[in-house]
């Protein structure tokens, strides 16, 4: 008797593969292409919605300070922001509002945080290839701007911002003022990322998600910079990267692709959590 011939009863890889992606929500690797603008900024404003849905679960949140802002794709000039005074808690689409660079609400029926104008406006300004921009009052961000110095490249995840961060020092308290605010976007240059001494992080990224995800690594970065300064100060502290490995390593993880990616499941993780925040 003949042997079954195997190839029958063995599934055909690429059908099992399909059949294993209908079964399971399968993450973007790249930002999707729009048919239209609006379709667009609704995409827009949904991450940036539970871009700050996340931060406060990652307690990024600290009474009113703090904004994120996602240019909109039909009038470059404006931005989408957190309307002032309403909890990361409880920012959604339908609350999000529209600024220019005056600091002029052009859409929706809410206040405007003067220094998420002053600083964000700028940036926008002088970055066209800049969607959105990231800044709070995070903990370990807070503490390492103290401290004024860039992170070393001491582990995989901080690799992502080696060469590719920098230092403001010029702190002039609350930022009211355009000229600061144009000082912080000079200072920023062509980087993702920037510690602004004694006010804590600021990231950037040609995506919501990619900003997104540069500001929880940055901020973890930081933790795990003090905690390891900390745990080493007896033995000469934390053992650096080196130079070739840390730039090729910044290739890979610090890739715009890279940020996009790495936020596609913590999205999935809280609309499925939090769906209000579509509304």
């Known amino acids: 008797m003949n042997a079954p011939d195997k190839?029958?009863?063995?599934?055909?890889?690429?059908?099992?593969?399909?059949?294993?992606?209908?079964?399971?929500?399968?993450?973007?690797?790249?930002?999707?292409?729009?048919?239209?603008?609006?379709?667009?900024?609704?995409?827009?404003?949904?991450?940036?919605?539970?871009t700050f849905r996340l931060f406060s679960k990652f307690g990024f949140d600290n009474g009113v300070a703090g904004h994120v802002t996602a240019r909109d794709p039909q009038y470059p000039e404006t931005f989408w922001v957190n309307p002032f005074g309403v909890h990361y808690s409880q920012v959604k689409v339908s609350n999000l509002i529209r600024v220019d660079h005056h600091g002029d609400v052009v859409e929706g029926d809410l206040d405007v945080n003067r220094a998420a104008f002053v600083i964000h406006a700028r940036v926008h300004q002088a970055r066209p290839d800049v969607?959105?921009?990231?800044?709070?009052?995070?903990?370990?961000?807070?503490?390492?701007?103290?401290?004024?110095?860039?992170?070393?490249?001491?582990?995989?995840?901080?690799?992502?911002?080696?060469?590719?961060?920098?230092?403001?020092?010029?702190?002039?308290?609350?930022?009211l003022e355009l000229d600061e605010g144009q000082r912080i976007a000079e200072a920023l240059g062509p980087h993702k990322a920037a510690i602004l001494q004694n006010h804590g992080l600021m990231t950037v990224g040609g995506t919501v998600d990619e900003c997104a995800w540069w500001y929880i690594a940055m901020d973890r970065a930081c933790q795990v910079q003090i905690h390891a300064e900390s745990a080493s100060a007896r033995t000469g502290g934390p053992k650096l990267i080196s130079p070739d490995i840390a730039e090729h390593t910044a290739g890979l993880a610090g890739a715009p692709e890279a940020g996009y990616f790495q936020f596609q499941p913590l999205y999935a993780r809280i609309v499925a959590e939090q769906p209000d925040l579509l509304d």
């Open 7 to 50: 190839s029958i009863l063995r599934p055909d890889a690429k059908a099992l593969s399909l059949e294993r992606s209908k079964a399971i929500n399968v993450l973007p690797m790249k930002p999707p292409v729009f048919s239209t603008i609006r379709e667009e900024r609704l995409h827009r404003k949904q991450r940036l919605a539970a």
């Open 131 to 175: 969607i959105a921009a990231a800044h709070t009052h995070s903990t370990w961000g807070l503490i390492w701007s103290a401290l004024g110095r860039k992170l070393d490249p001491i582990t995989i995840d901080s690799c992502a911002f080696y060469k590719d961060h920098v230092v403001y020092e010029d702190f002039g308290g609350v930022v």
